[in-house]
């Protein structure tokens, strides 16, 4: 006699979401959907709720309001890249902002800093986003074409 399959929760969004049991167990790029997306929101809700102590690390702004606008857009990424990975729905879009996003960032800290405008800090982020980026190259791998996570 054989056993029926045990029902599975729905992993879709919305009211009817079942959570994610837990975080052990995931797939190498859920797992670094969920370490980016804490990275993310951390430094970016910095920017919303302390600018002042941002500053101090970063340096000094012309435009508060720029550095508030870039602190939701990082944040509001972050949420969605950790959410998707919390939920193992990290699909090749979820990758792609990820990835996009890491190399993004690397490449406006370097140039800035290049340029004097910016604090040679963010060299420390840039390396961090180009980790970041390298470990989503590792995680999808050669040859492994579209991965949605299960």
């Given at each position: 006699m054989t056993r029926p399959e045990p029902r599975r929760p729905s992993r879709?969004?919305?009211?009817?979401?079942?959570?994610?049991?837990?975080?052990?167990?995931?797939?190498?790029?859920?797992?670094?959907?969920?370490?980016?997306g804490a990275y993310y929101a951390a430094t970016g809700l910095w920017a919303l709720l302390d600018v002042d102590s941002f500053q101090e690390v970063t340096g000094p702004?012309?435009?508060?309001?720029?550095?508030?606008?870039?602190?939701?857009?990082?944040?509001?990424t972050g949420g969605a890249i950790g959410l998707a990975g919390a939920r193992r729905r990290?699909?090749?879009?979820?990758?792609?902002?990820?990835?996009?996003?890491?190399l993004g960032l690397a490449a406006i800290d370097v140039y800035y800093v290049a340029r004097g405008r910016i604090a040679p800090i963010?060299?420390?982020?840039?390396?961090?986003?180009?980790?970041?980026?390298?470990a989503?190259?590792?995680v999808r791998g050669p040859g492994q074409g579209r991965r949605a996570s299960r």
């Open positions: 879709t969004l919305g009211a009817a979401t079942a959570p994610s049991p837990g975080l052990r167990g995931l797939h190498p790029a859920e797992a670094l959907a969920v370490a980016q702004k012309v435009d508060v309001w720029l550095v508030k606008t870039v602190g939701a857009l990082v944040t509001a990290v699909t090749p879009e979820i990758e792609l902002l990820a990835a996009g996003s890491a963010y060299l420390a982020d840039a390396v961090a986003e180009l980790g970041l980026a390298a989503w190259a590792l």
